[in-house]
C-alpha cells in the first residue's frame, strides 16, 4: 500500500503520512456500503433525520479540533478553517429535516391513483479537491445520507485529515457502520474505480475542469449520474455609479480569501472606464493592506498556497516583466508564501482567460453595459461573480446577462447551505446546497394503481 507524505504549507514541516487505499480496498468498501445502504433506507425518516442531527451535534462539539487540522493541513487561516467546520455542522443541521420532508407527489389522472416516490440512487461517491477539503465533501456527502444513500468519499491526496476525521465523528455520533466512509487515495486509483464500480450509481466530483471531463466521460460508459463542480474565472464588475470606497475595499477579498484558492475567486475586476484611475488609487491601499501570514493566528488574513507545485503553478503567472500595478506583502522563510498581486494585463492574456488559483487578479478597464456583459461572458467558465451599481434596473439587467451560476449584486457572497450553488458552461453541471439538492440523490418513481371507476 502506497503512502501520502502531508507538509504543513505554512512552515514546510512534515505533518504526517496516510496510508493511500488500492482497489481491492475500494471494492471491500463498496460492499460494506451497499449493505448498509440497505439498512439506512429502511429506517423510519425521523430516525435518520435523528442521525443526522447526532452527527452535527458531534461536529459542533469538535470545531476548533477540525478547524486546528485544517489550518495544519491546508494553511487556512484559523477564523476561516473555524467558519468550515461551522458550516459542515450547518449542513448537516439543515438536511437533518430533509428524511421527513421528501413527499413525492400525487398527480390526479384517470381511473387511479398515481404517486412519485423518491428512491434514493444506493451508493454514492464524492470526489473531493483540496481547497475546502471538509465543505466541500460535506455539500455531497450530507444531501446524499439525508436522501437514503451510503456515501463514500475520496479527499484529495494532500488533505485528507479533516474529511477523515469527519468519518470518525459520524461513526462517534452513531451512524451505521459502512454507510459513510472516507477513503484516501489517488485520483488515478480510487477516484478510477469510483467511476468504472457498477455498484456506484453517482459521482459527485469537485476539481478540475480537466479532470471533469475525464469523470463525465468515464461515467458515461454506465450512464452514472454525475454532478460536477469544476472551475472558474470570475468577474467582479465596478460601474461608475456604485459605493467605489466600499466596492474598492472589498475586491481585495472577493479574490484573496483562502489565497485565491477559490473556485467563486473574482479574479478579474472589471471596472467602467471613467473610475477606472479613482478605483485603482482606492484599491492599492486595500490590496496592501491584507494581513498576510501565520494562519495559526487570528489577526491573519491570508495563509500561504497549499504545496510547493501549486506555489510553481501560480508564480508562473507572474514572471519577470509581467504588468504588476501593485502588492500586498507576505513572510519569507519557509512556506508557500504569495503576495496578493494585481496585474493590468491586455484582454487577451493567459492571466485573464485562465484560472489561476492564486492570489492573483487582473483588472480590466471597460466601456459601458454592453461591454461588461460581453467581458464577464468572454470566457468557458461561469461559476460566480459581483456587480457593483446603485441603479436596480442596471443591477437586474446585468445579473440576468452574465452567464454565471452565482451572483451578488453589491457583496462578494457565493454559499450558503440553503441556496443553490453551481456553474454554467465548462464550470460544472448540476447544482448542489439549497433545498433540493437531496432529490439530486434519488431517482423519481412513479406508480398507477388502478382503482376503477369511483
Ligand atoms: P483536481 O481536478 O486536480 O483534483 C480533484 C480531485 O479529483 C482530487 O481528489 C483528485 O485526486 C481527483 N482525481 C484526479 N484525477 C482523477 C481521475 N483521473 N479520476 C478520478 N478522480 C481524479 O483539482 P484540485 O487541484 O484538487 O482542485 C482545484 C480545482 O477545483 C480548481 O479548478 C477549482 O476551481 C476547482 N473547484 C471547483 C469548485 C466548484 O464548486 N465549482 C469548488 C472547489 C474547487
Redo the contacts with the bound molecule.
Keep these: 500500500m502506497s503512502t501520502s507524505t502531508l507538509i504543513n504549507p505554512a512552515t514546510e514541516e512534515v505533518l504526517r503520512t496516510v496510508e493511500l487505499l488500492d482497489v481491492p480496498a475500494v471494492d471491500d468498501a463498496v460492499a460494506r456500503a451497499k449493505s448498509a445502504q440497505k439498512a439506512w433506507a429502511k429506517l423510519a425518516p425521523a430516525e435518520r433525520a435523528a442521525a443526522l442531527r447526532s452527527f452535527a451535534a458531534q461536529v459542533d462539539a469538535h470545531i476548533g479540533e477540525l478547524a486546528a487540522l485544517e489550518v495544519a493541513n491546508s494553511g487556512h487561516v484559523i477564523g476561516n478553517a473555524e467558519w468550515e467546520a461551522g458550516h459542515v455542522r450547518d449542513v448537516l443541521q439543515f438536511y437533518s429535516a430533509s428524511p421527513e420532508r421528501m413527499s413525492g407527489k400525487q398527480i390526479p389522472v384517470a381511473g387511479g391513483l398515481d404517486v412519485t416516490f423518491n428512491e434514493p440512487l444506493g451508493v454514492v461517491a464524492v470526489?473531493?479537491?483540496?481547497?475546502?477539503p471538509m465543505t466541500?465533501a460535506s455539500w455531497g456527502f450530507v444531501p446524499a445520507l439525508a436522501a437514503g444513500n451510503a456515501v463514500l468519499v475520496?479527499?484529495?491526496?494532500i488533505t485528507p485529515l479533516t474529511t477523515m476525521r469527519l468519518a470518525e465523528l459520524g461513526l462517534e455520533a452513531g451512524l451505521p457502520d459502512g454507510l459513510f466512509q472516507v477513503l484516501p487515495g489517488?485520483?488515478?486509483v480510487v477516484?478510477?474505480r469510483?467511476?468504472t464500480h457498477p455498484d456506484i450509481r453517482k459521482i459527485v466530483?469537485?476539481?478540475?475542469?480537466?479532470?471533469?471531463v475525464?469523470?463525465m466521460a468515464?461515467a458515461a460508459q454506465q450512464v452514472k449520474r454525475v454532478t460536477l463542480?469544476?472551475?472558474?474565472k470570475s468577474a467582479n464588475i465596478v460601474f461608475d455609479d456604485c459605493d467605489l470606497e466600499k466596492a474598492a475595499a472589498t475586491a481585495p477579498y472577493g479574490v484573496f480569501d483562502n489565497a485565491g484558492?477559490?473556485?467563486?475567486a473574482r479574479s478579474r475586476i472589471l471596472v467602467q472606464r471613467n473610475v477606472y484611475d479613482r478605483f485603482m488609487e482606492l484599491l492599492e491601499p486595500a490590496v496592501k493592506g491584507v494581513v498576510v501570514g501565520d494562519p495559526t493566528s487570528r489577526d491573519s488574513e491570508m495563509g500561504p498556497l497549499v504545496s510547493r507545485p501549486h506555489f510553481d503553478t501560480v508564480s508562473s503567472y507572474v514572471p519577470d516583466g509581467a504588468p504588476i500595478a501593485f502588492q500586498g506583502s507576505a513572510p519569507t522563510g519557509p512556506g508557500y508564501w504569495f503576495p496578493p498581486t494585481v496585474l493590468t494585463p491586455q484582454r487577451s492574456d493567459r492571466t485573464v482567460t485562465e484560472?489561476i488559483?492564486g492570489p492573483v487578479v487582473t483588472v480590466l478597464p471597460f466601456e459601458d453595459e454592453a461591454d461588461a456583459i460581453e467581458l464577464a461572458n468572454d470566457s468557458p467558465y461561469g461559476?460566480s461573480g459581483s456587480i457593483w451599481t446603485d441603479n436596480l434596473s442596471r443591477a437586474m439587467r446585468v445579473s440576468r446577462g452574465v452567464e454565471s451560476g452565482n451572483l451578488s449584486v453589491n457583496s462578494h457572497s457565493s454559499v450558503r447551505y440553503n441556496t443553490p450553488?453551481?456553474?454554467f458552461k465548462q464550470?460544472?453541471l448540476g447544482r448542489?446546497l439549497g433545498p433540493d439538492a437531496p432529490l439530486h440523490f434519488t431517482e423519481t418513481k412513479n406508480v398507477f394503481f388502478a382503482i376503477g371507476e369511483l
Design positions: 470526489i473531493a479537491p483540496w481547497n475546502f466541500i475520496k479527499p484529495a491526496e489517488k485520483g488515478s477516484g478510477e469510483f467511476i466530483f469537485t476539481g478540475s475542469t480537466e479532470v471533469g475525464k469523470v468515464g463542480e469544476l472551475g472558474g484558492q477559490d473556485c467563486c484560472e488559483f461559476l450553488f453551481g456553474g464550470s460544472g448542489e
